[in-house]
């Protein structure tokens, strides 16, 4: 590994150990237990395929991983009431037609949820369900030997309420488990840290093992808010083949769906609306979409069953059968490049671009990504990518990714 992998630990450098030999190394490879710690599970089929892919790849490299099961911070009581009050003077005095309890109950939300939590109950092993922030007090009882700290956005303040616990503040100072960040994401380009974040969080980032982070920017972030190195590292989705993804949507019998322009837009705006309107047309393929119907927000309780998420195998399904995808979602973006479809990529600035142009500078297809409508949005539905060449850049990114991983684990 190069020197970019030193990392500070009481102000002295750790590197890590190379490893030249296959077999020699894995005989010397000892067989871990390890904590995932990642984002609360919720309908997000990006943050649940992320947990998959890290724990498939974990168990390849022989070791035995689970994810940190928790529940979404809940909707705080004065946002609550700010919120009903707001919509019940929509509704009364302007006679607008609006939902006036936004948040689903808990037994809305299981409605919701029906179809991802299946999957994730088949598919990912978690440990019990950690009620609060409070319950990483017990996390003792799993013995993990390791923790691994992503991926996804794990390090943006306005996802994780206890942003220390995503620098496994909860440890014991006697803890002498292995502390690893594996593509763990800031979301966006500039700082979001409190002071106190900042000061509470680059202490317990310099006892980590090795840091691995999804963007290039956060190698900067990194360096001069946390004063750590870090290395990027692809996101856990790209660690394992396609086939994977392949056999778990033929194992829920997933049939192929109506239309082969993947329509994939989580924030639709006009000029999103246009881009697949001219690739319908330029293509003369139909649009299909694998999101619910409706968002709780806006169709409330009356309307529960068009809140329904589709099964995690049905969004993998659409981009197995897609003939060109358009999305403004960066593992939708991700996904399209693992099955090799033609897309375009519409990068969304409150989400953070960042993470959209980070990957795709690494697999040379910059030119994918768009901020809105353009004027050459035509020519760039009809030109072809070279995935011969980004194929082969992704193997070598996975292969460099799994070594880190290797690598991280099995350093003294």
Not at 152 to 172: C, T
Not at 224 to 240: F, G, Q, R, W, Y
């Amino acid at each position: 590994m190069n020197s970019q992998l030193l990392h500070r630990q009481e102000k002295l450098p750790k590197k890590l150990p190379k490893c030249t030999n296959q077999a020699q190394f894995n005989l010397k490879q000892k067989v871990m237990k390890i904590g995932i710690i990642t984002l609360p599970f919720n309908w997000n089929y990006g943050g649940i395929l992320q947990t998959y892919a890290l724990q498939s790849a974990l168990k390849k490299l022989g070791h035995d991983s689970y994810t940190i099961n928790r529940n979404t911070a809940p909707m705080s009581l004065k946002m609550k009431v700010l919120s009903y009050v707001r919509r019940s003077i929509l509704k009364v005095l302007f006679r607008k037609d609006v939902v006036v309890r936004t948040w689903p109950t808990k037994e809305e939300e299981k409605t919701i949820r029906q179809h991802t939590d299946r999957f994730i109950q088949e598919n990912v092993k978690t440990t019990d369900l950690f009620r609060s922030e409070k319950d990483f007090k017990n996390i003792g009882k799993y013995d993990f030997q390791a923790f691994v700290t992503g991926s996804d956005q794990v390090w943006r303040p306005k996802y994780s309420p206890v942003l220390e616990n995503h620098f496994l503040g909860f440890l014991p100072k006697d803890s002498q488990a292995k502390r690893i960040a594996y593509a763990a994401s800031f979301g966006v380009d500039n700082w979001e840290f409190s002071g106190r974040q900042t000061e509470a969080c680059a202490s317990l980032a310099q006892k980590f093992d090795t840091i691995s982070v999804r963007e290039d920017s956060a190698v900067e972030l990194c360096k001069d808010k946390l004063n750590v190195e870090s290395i990027v590292a692809l996101d856990p989705t790209m660690l394992i083949d396609k086939e994977e993804y392949i056999a778990l949507v033929e194992k829920d019998k997933i049939p192929k769906l109506k239309g082969s322009l993947l329509n994939y837009i989580l924030d639709l705006t006009p000029d999103k609306k246009k881009i697949v309107d001219e690739a319908a047309e330029e293509l003369k393929i139909k649009p299909v979409s694998i999101m619910p119907k409706g968002i709780f927000r806006e169709m409330g309780k009356k309307r529960l069953e068009d809140c329904v998420c589709p099964p995690v195998t049905n969004w993998l399904r659409g981009f197995m059968d897609a003939e060109f995808v358009v999305t403004d979602s960066f593992h939708g973006t991700v996904f399209s490049i693992i099955f090799n479809k033609p897309f375009i990529a519409i990068g969304n600035a409150k989400r953070g671009i960042t993470r959209f142009s980070s990957l795709l500078k690494i697999l040379g297809l910059e030119d994918r990504l768009v901020l809105g409508y353009q004027d050459n949005i035509s020519e760039m539905i009809k030109t072809p990518i070279d995935y011969q060449k980004v194929n082969t850049l992704l193997e070598g990114k996975k292969k460099e990714a799994l070594q880190f991983l290797e690598n991280s684990l099995n350093v003294n």
